[in-house]
């Protein structure tokens, strides 16, 4: 018999009225606010055991012995597992590449990678018991420098695949030519260090062992059924003995798609026959998933002297660590957006990802094409300096437009108004003047580093052009269940999907989609677990346009059924009725009849499947295919204050204008605006894991700095709407865009005020000083 842990997830009713374009209060806003919502960490079983995991300190060595007879005869514990003791396969991996351990068993790749497991009953025992297990390993020189990885021949093999996880060339034109014709060439070498998602909530959950032989889990996840099928081979045990269930998540930003501690504390519990919970700790954090690609890139540009642009020469070099995680689509990503969304005849891109022994890197918000967007605005930036133009004027001689072709040859399907938007950002008021009489706009604040001298003020612009949903031959859908029926005399529609909800507003979306579709007011969401078919990950900006459209095709159909059943009783055509304000009314008479009355003790409930428009592989010579199903601007105008003699940066203010096909929650979309925003300006001025030699130094969050409420200014929003034909309600994914142009923005606002070339990110005070 299943028992559900103490604060499970339980069934959301939406409160409230509204529809798409409305803005009802989330149901979870005030469960969080007050401390109230049940997190995965949160979760509770009576006679848990907790789990722990032992990491290698070594960023690569060869495993010689592992003694655990100490760690198993402490008191409390109940077990010790290792290599030996998984169940089925050794490996699992994303993208259908399994080859990261499950417990390392011949070498250890990076620092923290799992050695062993310890289940205790309770975490101090089972810490004091892990540090009791003695690891011999024969410490190995790490390859750290990606370049080296890619391009040395005579460099050793980190990985059994080779060092290249994947090259993806895109090829227009002929560059040698276009140079020849050039009256303007510029080139730049730019750097990005590594990213953390920084997500609040750490990697938990909790595995209970069934009666069956199975596993129920309760986890915090972007994508239950990528985990099944990483999880299943690894336990030995077939998909439908693996029951999961979606735990509060707190934040992901894409370092949930990789496992963390799903298999681990499964196989505790089938080993103990009791509920294990895991938890990691901040620093364990830092090891336990995987971060945003650090890159190095080189750009050549060449143009006429008015600035139209002739052709691009880029290599775009991404350090993918140990493992393999999502490198292969990140690569693909970086290739086919790796001169934005500029029209340009001629194009030589070579985009790589490339093994080490540094920490692993996989999704993080913007998914590749962060990395590029920051070297090819910046690129913008000098051709303007070389040519004598503005930044603005220089991006619209060269803008796309709808039905303008991408660098992969895709056609551009819908409004893709960057001419206005960029217009609409020169044109928005600028912030008042520095004031040197409050310290607290100054920069270094109330420290009172400065009191005006020194400080010049700059400004910056940057445009971003990210993908939406999934691409490159990806089969991408969703599946929504809905359910109508009468409970307690009130028409109720009861929702299920698989699709996780992150703290990006999704259980209020479909709910909106929901009272929309079907006219009823009161609205349940059901919790998110694997009873129900695929509904994707929670990233590529894609749960709007995915499970949003799964579940308003679903409710389409569920209408279709009540309409039928009213028919019947009224002696007319469905196609006379409709639902509006939870009734059937006649369109001739207008006329109305209470869903209540219509269903009576009917249950109508339909499941479908929601598909975007096929995309296709890049060709892996050419680089050519319509690999997505949809892209999405946004324009960033940053002011900043800036300290030259101290190195010291105040942003001002942050402008963003975005075209989002349609708004469905302005509210919920103007948060997505201003965190893509917050991640952008971490990136820009202070977010960076320190890796030294393949070992972490800052593995915390006194170290590892992320903006807080003081750091982000005033933002000023101009949203805009052009509906995509081919997309649900016409949205355009919103999410992950501002992360992309908010980055070059604020780097491009700091030349402004100090002159400075400024091409690695995060800047550091030696940088803007002109010191480094």
Not at 114 to 122: K, T
Request: aromatic letters at 4%; one cysteine or more.
């Amino acid at each position: 018999m299943r028992t559900a842990p103490a604060r499970a997830p339980r069934e959301i009713a939406a409160p409230g009225s509204g529809g798409v374009g409305d803005s009802p209060p989330r149901p979870d806003g005030t469960l969080k606010v007050r401390g109230e919502f049940a997190y995965s960490s949160d979760l509770w079983m009576d006679g848990m055991l907790w789990g722990v995991t032992l990491r290698s300190p070594h960023p690569r060595a060869r495993i010689v012995s592992i003694d655990v007879s100490e760690a198993l005869t402490h008191p409390g514990v109940a077990a010790v597992l290792t290599h030996e003791d998984v169940p089925g396969s050794k490996h699992f991996g994303l993208d259908a590449i399994p080859d990261q351990p499950v417990l390392a068993f011949d070498e250890v790749r990076h620092q923290g990678e799992p050695v062993a497991l310890v289940a205790a009953d309770h975490p101090e025992t089972a810490r004091r018991a892990m540090e009791l297990i003695r690891v011999g390993y024969e410490v190995l020189e790490p390859l750290t420098d990606a370049r080296r990885a890619a391009f040395d021949p005579s460099c050793p093999p980190v990985h059994p695949r080779g060092n290249i996880t994947r090259h993806q060339p895109v090829r227009v034109g002929d560059v040698d030519a276009a140079r020849a014709r050039a009256e303007v060439t510029v080139s730049g070498e730019y750097r990005i260090g590594i990213q953390d998602q920084a997500f609040l909530g750490p990697e938990s959950g909790l595995a209970v062992p069934a009666e069956d032989g199975g596993i129920d889990l309760y986890v915090a996840t972007q994508w239950m059924h990528n985990d099944l099928k990483q999880i299943a081979p690894c336990l030995g045990l077939p998909e439908e003995l693996i029951r999961m269930t979606l735990s509060g998540v707190g934040g992901a930003f894409g370092g949930r798609e990789d496992l963390s501690m799903q298999i681990h504390a499964a196989m505790l519990a089938l080993r103990t026959g009791r509920p294990v919970k895991i938890v990691y700790n901040r620093q364990e954090s830092f090891f336990g998933h995987v971060h945003r690609h650090p890159a190095e890139m080189r750009y050549e540009y060449g143009a006429t002297r008015d600035g139209r642009l002739l052709y691009a020469d880029v290599e775009i070099l991404l350090d993918g660590g140990a493992y393999t995680s999502s490198t292969t689509n990140v690569v693909g990503n970086a290739a086919s957006l790796g001169v934005g969304p500029y029209a340009i005849p001629n194009l030589r891109i070579d985009a790589y990802g490339v093994y080490t022994n540094n920490p692993p890197c996989g999704a993080m918000r913007g998914f590749g094409a962060v990395q590029a967007c920051f070297a090819y605005e910046s690129m913008m930036d000098r051709l303007a300096h070389a040519c004598g133009l503005d930044p603005v004027t220089v991006r619209q001689v060269n803008a796309l437009s709808e039905g303008g072709v991408l660098a992969t040859g895709q056609v551009v399907a819908a409004p893709l108004p960057m001419v206005e938007m960029l217009q609409r950002a020169r044109e928005l008021p600028m912030p008042a003047p520095l004031d040197v009489t409050d310290p607290r706009g100054l920069p270094g604040g109330v420290s009172q580093t400065t009191h005006g001298e020194g400080v010049r003020r700059g400004v910056g612009y940057g445009i971003g052009l990210k993908n939406i949903c999934f691409s490159e031959g990806f089969d991408d859908f969703s599946t929504a269940r809905v359910r109508l029926e009468v409970i307690g005399g009130r028409a109720t529609a009861l929702v299920h999907t698989a699709a996780a909800e992150v703290g990006q507003g999704l259980v209020t979306i479909q709910a909106q989609v929901v009272r929309t579709e079907l006219g009823v007011e009161r609205v349940v969401i059901q919790p998110a677990d694997n009873r129900i078919g695929d509904a994707g990950s929670s990233s590529a900006s894609r749960q709007s346009y995915m499970t949003g459209g799964a579940v308003m095709t679903a409710c389409r159909a569920v209408r279709d059924r009540v309409l039928a059943l009213a028919a019947a009783r009224l002696g007319t055509a469905p196609g006379d009725l409709f639902l509006a304000g939870g009734e059937v009314v006649s369109t001739a008479t207008g006329a109305g009849v209470a869903v209540e009355d219509v269903l009576g003790d009917a249950v109508v409930e339909e499941t479908r499947e929601y598909h975007h428009a096929p995309t296709e592989e890049l060709d892996p010579v050419t680089g050519q295919g319509a690999s997505h199903t949809q892209v999405a601007l946004c324009v960033h105008r940053a002011v900043v204050d800036v300290d030259v003699e101290l190195g010291l940066v105040k942003v001002v203010e942050l402008a963003a204008v975005q075209d989002v096909g349609k708004i469905l929650n302005r509210v919920s979309l103007e948060g997505q605006i201003h965190g893509g925003t917050a991640q952008g300006l971490g990136l820009a001025l202070m977010e960076e894991i320190q890796v030294r030699d393949g070992l972490v130094l800052n593995p915390s969050f006194t170290d590892y700095l992320i903006p807080t409420i003081l750091d982000m200014p005033p933002m000023r929003l101009d949203i805009l709407e052009n509906p995509d034909p081919r997309a649900p309600y016409g949205l355009r994914g919103a999410g992950e865009p501002p992360t992309l142009s908010s980055t070059p923005a604020i780097v491009a606002a700091v030349r402004d005020a100090t002159g400075l070339d400024l091409t690695r990110i995060p800047l550091r005070p030696e940088h803007v000083t002109g010191l480094a």
